[in-house]
């Protein structure tokens, strides 16, 4: 009895470590938050647990075994996270925190307090510092869009390139959608551009269909 409420425990302390992790992700609005990072990590945690010891009376028994499969699990869940859309990946990061946080929990449960303590406070402040927008990472700033616009003709692509005050696209796809070729491009520009200038362009030059902000990406 007293050995299971201390496994109760260590799960109850996934479960703080996946909160604090989640809270870190939700404050950047990102689809895995508080609820995901707190399962999995809560989740990981019981299964090293039971992994650990509920077979212990068994013969030559490979503790490993059940927990072993976290890792390939939680990268199917990973997976599922990760998606393709309009020619750039979304969701490696976000997928790569619910994997380390499946070990955090891993450790918690397997009785590593200060290594999964430990592992919580490495993963949110390397989120933390590698979001900072400073001079120590980047030795300029670029301000990246990605320009969506008609090119039948093939001529559109020097318009957009000279309208943003560029020499060529750093990545440039082209599609054909409805008979017409769409060209989705991506400019990188050493200066900031308002609102109000993208609205602008976007009224004066019908070929390009829309233009967005992916500095992140």
């Known amino acids: 009895m007293k050995e299971e409420i201390i496994y109760i425990c260590?799960?109850?302390?996934?479960?703080?470590?996946?909160?604090?992790?989640?809270?870190?992700?939700?404050?950047?609005?990102?689809?895995a938050g508080i609820r995901t990072h707190t399962i999995v990590c809560a989740g990981s945690a019981l299964i090293m647990v039971?992994?650990?010891?509920?077979?212990?009376?068994i013969?030559?028994?490979?503790?490993?075994?059940?927990?072993?499969q976290i890792v390939s699990g939680i990268g199917f869940l990973g997976a599922g996270m990760i998606i393709y859309r309009r020619q750039a990946v979304h969701g490696l990061?976000?997928?790569?925190?619910?994997?380390?946080?499946?070990?955090?929990?891993?450790?918690a449960g397997g009785g590593l307090y200060l290594v999964s303590a430990g592992a919580t406070a490495i993963l949110i402040a390397v989120q933390c510092i590698l979001h900072l927008k400073c001079k120590l990472f980047t030795m300029k700033k670029y301000?990246?869009?990605?320009?969506?616009?008609?090119?039948?003709?093939?001529?559109?692509?020097?318009?957009?390139?000279e309208l943003f005050g560029?020499?060529?696209?750093?990545?440039?796809n082209a599609e054909r959608r409805n008979g017409q070729i769409i060209c989705t491009g991506t400019v990188m520009m050493n200066k900031d551009i308002s609102a109000?200038?993208?609205?602008?362009?976007?009224?004066?030059?019908?070929?390009?269909?829309?233009?967005?902000?992916?500095?992140d990406e």
């Open 59 to 68: 013969p030559d028994y490979d503790a490993s075994r059940v927990a072993a």
């Open 166 to 172: 560029v020499e060529r696209f750093s990545k440039l």
């Open 50 to 57: 039971v992994s650990k010891y509920a077979f212990s009376d």
């Open 143 to 161: 301000i990246r869009l990605r320009v969506c616009f008609e090119d039948d003709r093939g001529e559109n692509g020097n318009k957009v390139t």
């Open 93 to 107: 990061t976000t997928a790569a925190g619910v994997w380390a946080t499946a070990g955090v929990g891993m450790a």
């Open 196 to 215: 109000a200038k993208i609205g602008q362009i976007l009224a004066e030059n019908e070929y390009i269909q829309s233009i967005e902000r992916c500095d």
């Open 10 to 31: 260590r799960i109850l302390y996934a479960v703080l470590l996946g909160f604090a992790i989640g809270f870190e992700r939700k404050l950047r609005f990102k689809e």
